[in-house]
């Protein structure tokens, strides 16, 4: 059984910086994908950085430039170090990884219990 658990969120004034971690257990982390999702308030859960066992990355438009995904393998452990963060930005932020091809990314079907993240002045 796949674990995942989020830290990090909190309260961050707009042009601050957080960085969440997520740290899994329960299968071979170096080789899988692992990505990070956002659910806004009355919005759909939406991509938000992944990375895949190779660490290629890709980016949501609305965070490219401003987000950072990596992964320590030694630690099963992937981050999405978050700057210039604006109120927009404001979510719960969830952790999601699968057990399949971790080559490439896929939404999959393990989530963590999320972490809120609230940007505000």
């Known amino acids: 059984q796949v674990q995942l658990v989020e830290s990090g969120g909190g309260l961050v004034q707009p042009g601050g910086s957080l960085r969440l971690s997520c740290a899994a257990s329960?299968?071979?982390?170096?080789?899988?994908?692992m990505g990070w999702y956002r659910q806004a308030p009355g919005k759909e859960r939406e991509l938000v950085a992944a990375?895949?066992?190779?660490?290629?990355?890709k980016y949501a438009d609305s965070v490219k430039g401003r987000c950072t995904i990596s992964r320590d393998n030694a630690k099963n452990t992937v981050y999405l170090q978050m700057n210039s963060l604006k109120p927009e930005d404001t979510a719960v932020y969830y952790c999601?990884?699968?057990?399949?091809?971790?080559?490439?990314?896929?939404?999959?079907?393990?989530w963590g219990q999320g972490t809120q993240v609230t940007v505000s002045s």
């Open positions: 999601n990884t699968d057990l399949g091809d971790g080559t490439i990314w896929y939404k999959g079907a393990y």
């Open positions: 329960g299968s071979v982390f170096s080789i899988n994908a």
């Open positions: 990375i895949t066992s190779g660490g290629t990355t």
